[in-house]
């Protein structure tokens, strides 16, 4: 049966590693084209909610963000838990909304200075006084087109 | 001089430097797609005139969330779970609708009135005064807000889906996929919007079931 008898010796060939760039290359392009940037680094826990009946936001240019819940862990020492507003990358207190309001449509084409939605992303645990003083803020400074960020899903619980 | 011959470049490295660039990616990049309930919030307060009285009572589906998340809808202490049938009756107005001749909807005398308008395709019809009033309290959770504006959402998605696929025999949503290739399309989405417009009415906040 020695025909079958393996020669130890030989032994197999090394798996050829040249195609492993291309592969990871292929992974670094598809991650490039579907994901975005981060713009500003969360200072405030922020759970959305969940509903059933959302809308895409179409045009990532012409979304603003406004923040709103508890400063995460580390910055409680120096902040508190109570809800805080966060634009950019700073906290701000209701009076700073209408500035940035301006700030950001000073952003944009004049054009479209209408058209940008003013998206609230507010943690669930949030009581409504805080989200109403921003609705208000933000009716005083015309920015009438908002959107309540929340997660999709098929089914709500009660 | 003898010619030297050019050795190959080792690419062995290559795989670490995309790599390298690779996670690099990962971590400074996000992936979530934006999703939420857009909604359109009434001109500043100064060009608000005595409108409001005017609206008459019977028109206005009155919805009040308090502190403890408690919903008080017409008067009637509800769950959200009720909420969206409850809301559907009142923008729908009469049962019988679009089948109905009586403006003043007098045999339903807790429903809104109508109105003779211009609607698109189908030419003079009764639409319905309706308007959501939604009043929340300073302390109701930002969590029970939304779901009550997602169940009010859903209200006027499901009628709008059902008159059409009674009049078109395709949904609402299908409709508005399809709107931007033809223009029969479009007038369609337009009658229905025509027929059940979206009034969710935001009132003043005001305290209800003290929060301190």
């Known amino acids: ?158 | 001089m003898a010619k030297r011959e050019i050795s190959e470049i080792n690419a062995g490295s290559m795989a670490d430097i995309a790599f390298l660039l690779l996670i690099f990616f990962l971590v400074t990049t996000t992936m979530d797609t934006d999703t939420g309930l857009i909604r359109r919030l009434p001109p500043p307060p100064e060009e608000i005139t005595e409108d409001n009285d005017k609206i008459r009572q019977r028109n206005i589906f009155e919805i009040l969330v308090n502190a403890n998340d408690q919903l008080l809808v017409e008067g009637e202490y509800i769950q959200v779970s009720e909420l969206r049938a409850k809301a559907k009756e009142f923008i729908k107005t009469n049962p019988a609708y679009p089948s109905v001749a009586d403006v003043t909807n007098a045999s339903y005398p807790n429903m809104p009135e109508f109105k003779e308008e211009d609607v698109p395709v189908f030419g003079k019809m009764l639409v319905s005064k309706q308007i959501v009033s939604l009043q929340n309290d300073n302390g109701t959770s930002y969590e029970m807000y939304i779901k009550v504006q997602n169940e009010l959402i859903a209200a006027y998605k499901e009628l709008r889906n059902e008159l059409s696929n009674q009049k078109f025999g395709k949904s609402y949503d299908e409709l508005e996929k399809q709107a931007g290739s033809s223009e029969a399309i479009e007038e369609k989405v337009k009658a229905i919007k025509k027929i059940y417009p979206q009034r969710i009415s935001e009132a003043e906040p005001k305290k209800i079931g003290g929060a301190e």
Not at chain 1, 100 to 129: A, P
Request: hydrophobic residues 40%; aromatic residues 8%; positive net charge.
């Open chain 1, 1 to 158: 049966m020695s025909k079958f008898r393996k020669n130890g010796k030989k032994g197999q060939p090394a798996i050829s590693t040249a195609a492993l760039p291309d592969i990871v290359f292929m992974l670094l392009f598809f991650f490039m084209v579907t994901t975005v940037m981060r713009e500003t680094s969360l200072k405030v826990i922020n759970v959305t909610p969940k509903a059933t009946e959302v809308d895409k936001l179409e045009r990532k240019s012409l979304v603003s963000y406004i923040y709103i819940g508890k400063p995460i862990k580390a910055l409680q020492s120096a902040f508190g838990t109570a809800p805080r507003i966060q634009l950019n990358d700073a906290f701000k207190t209701k009076e700073d909304i209408f500035q940035f309001v301006e700030m950001e449509k000073e952003e944009r084409d004049e054009v479209e200075r209408n058209m940008i939605t003013w998206s609230l992303k507010v943690d669930q645990e949030t009581k409504m006084g805080i989200v109403t003083d921003v609705k208000q803020e933000l009716r005083k400074a015309n920015a009438l087109k908002i959107n309540y960020s929340t997660k999709k899903t098929d089914k709500i619980l009660d």
